[in-house]
């Protein structure tokens, strides 16, 4: 064998209870399991490598169902903030904006719309077009050598829309329609798992639920899922839900509710309401699985809050709005009064609102202030040109702790690598779930925990030998301390690492060996299977 891990304490990933045994690897599969006291003749599998595993946990690699690292994995290839995080595969294109399906137009726009999740791109080659060019620049990615962990891949709603219709405020043609789902099925053909909105963010918010209705027609047929950053997540968020719920039943169409929180102060206590909306679908035959964070916050770009109204055209018309004193004055009044529909229709509490990062360096010394009012954040998105980032202290700890629980939920960060002061969930999320809220306050028991972060997103993802400690599967592992493992991510110093992690395997190579990143880039696309 190549390697051994020797008396590691198996949390395999199926949610059952934990065993002590032995674990070979050969040619980037488990190849062995043998439990402490197997049957006499048993013999403990030997390897050209032996790691001693006493105290620590053997688990499958942690999905991380919601990330932003479409640019990120092809810029660093070191990765550190996931890969010593245990994570070993990243779905991307997520909140319907990505880089992939593009015109030469489109891209340009994109760009400059998620230049505050992923910088502008200015210092890449963005060299492809379709869904399949882009997963291949990702195997060849860094000399060929591939990058830090695996990626899947989602076909992003409202690139798709800016692709075929623009930016415009209106339904799509009959043509238009036609040709936004044949960019889906083509996603999907060239390896895409899915689909995703942003329906707080344009172009992609403009899509009426007809339309995308047709679009999940097409998600379905290809057996992919659908997975809606939704229209609200603070007033009308219950409706909200409730409208994803019933367009993907209407469309045979599997749901994945992104990051399926509930926030803002309308929602404080309400988790139990979304659940039992939840439970009420699954107990009629729905198909549907989420994704949260374990930290009340949110983050996004200071321009998303705007709204809608105010972003047709793209951004370059926003800027003009921008600059314009009445046009500005209703963007205010909007925000402020009314409560624009890009601050989940919540009158905008600028207290809540810290500055995360800029891309101007000039504007430096605004990173983790707090917004102090409209003005302010007007002058912020024309001097930093759209691509200020923030944090949004809107989120509820007993909502964050309830819907965790749930037996579809999975492990998601949200997490933007962009600014100098990004949310701690990018460099934390999956240590801070099995420090904080399994060791510490005994929310989820380990092996349930695990199951969240392995088994469930895998089964979501269709990966038929992923997300599951077992004989035959793919080597992607993590042997972690359970008395240790914590996030060192804070709000004041977010981008620092994890620790309890000593180990972490992609295709059976260790990326991380004694808690240091190495030089191995075992990452890959990973396709949708077919259906």
């Known amino acids: 064998m190549d390697l051994v891990f020797r008396d590691a304490e198996v949390v395999d990933g199926s949610g059952g209870p934990s065993y002590r045994a032995d674990v070979a690897i050969d040619g980037g599969r488990i190849a062995s399991i043998v439990k402490e006291g197997a049957a006499a003749g048993c013999q403990r599998p030997t390897a050209r490598r032996v790691v001693d595993a006493e105290g620590l ?25 996931k890969a010593a995080q245990g994570v070993t595969l990243e779905v991307l294109g997520q909140d319907g904006l990505s880089y992939a399906p593009v015109d030469d137009r489109t891209l340009g726009e994109v760009r400059r719309a998620i230049t505050g999740w992923n910088g502008d791109g200015s210092d890449l080659d963005l060299d492809w077009r379709t869904v399949g060019e882009y997963l291949d620049r990702l195997d060849r990615a860094h000399g060929g050598r591939g990058i830090a962990v695996n990626a899947a891949y ?71 899922y659908y997975c809606p950053h939704h229209r609200s997540y603070g007033a009308g968020a219950l409706q909200a839900y409730e409208e994803m719920v019933a367009l993907t039943r209407e469309a045979g169409c599997a749901l994945h509710l992104a990051h399926a929180t509930m926030n803002f102060g309308v929602n404080e206590g309400r988790a139990p309401e979304l659940l039992a909306l939840l439970d009420e679908a699954l107990g009629a035959g729905a198909d549907i699985s989420l994704d949260t964070y374990p930290y009340t916050p949110g983050s996004t770009t200071l321009v998303a809050v705007l709204p809608s109204w105010a972003s047709e055209g793209g951004p370059e018309a926003v800027l003009t709005r921008l600059r314009d004193e009445e046009t500005a004055e209703r963007i205010r009044h909007h925000l402020e009064v009314t409560g624009s529909d890009g601050c989940h229709g919540v009158p905008v509490d600028w207290d809540t609102i810290e500055i995360a990062g800029v891309t101007d360096p000039g504007l430096v010394e605004h990173v983790g202030r707090r917004v102090d009012g409209w003005a302010t954040a007007r002058r912020l998105l024309l001097d930093d040109r759209l691509g200020t980032t923030i944090l949004q202290h809107v989120g509820h700890e007993e909502n964050v702790r309830t819907i965790m629980r749930h037996r579809v939920h999975t492990g998601g960060s949200d997490g933007i690598l962009q600014g100098l002061k990004p949310h701690p969930r990018a460099y934390g999320t999956f240590p801070e779930y099995l420090g904080r809220y399994v060791r510490e306050l005994g929310v989820l028991s380990l092996e349930e925990c695990v199951a969240h972060l392995t088994s469930r997103p895998a089964a979501r993802l269709r990966l038929p030998d992923r997300g599951l400690v077992r004989e035959g599967y793919v080597a992607d592992l993590v042997l972690f301390d359970p008395e240790t493992v914590a996030s060192g991510a804070t709000y004041a110093s977010p981008r620092t690492l994890p620790t309890g992690i000593p180990h972490v395997l992609i295709d059976g190579r260790f990326v991380m060996e004694d808690g240091r990143r190495t030089d191995v880039l075992a990452g890959r696309a990973i396709r949708r299977s077919p259906a």
Do not use: K
């Open 154 to 224: 989602l076909v992003p709603q409202g690139t798709v829309r800016m692709y075929a219709v623009g930016w415009e405020d209106r339904p799509a043609t009959a043509s238009e329609l036609d040709r936004m789902r044949q960019l889906v099925a083509e996603g999907l053909e060239q390896g895409a798992v899915g689909m995703s909105s942003g329906l707080t963010y344009t172009p992609g918010m403009y899509a009426p639920d007809a339309e995308l209705t047709e679009l999940c027609r097409v998600v379905a047929a290809y057996g992919g």
């Open 57 to 81: 946990a053997l688990s499958p690699g942690f999905i991380d169902m919601h990330a932003h690292s479409d640019l990120a994995l092809l810029r660093d290839p070191d990765h550190a903030a």
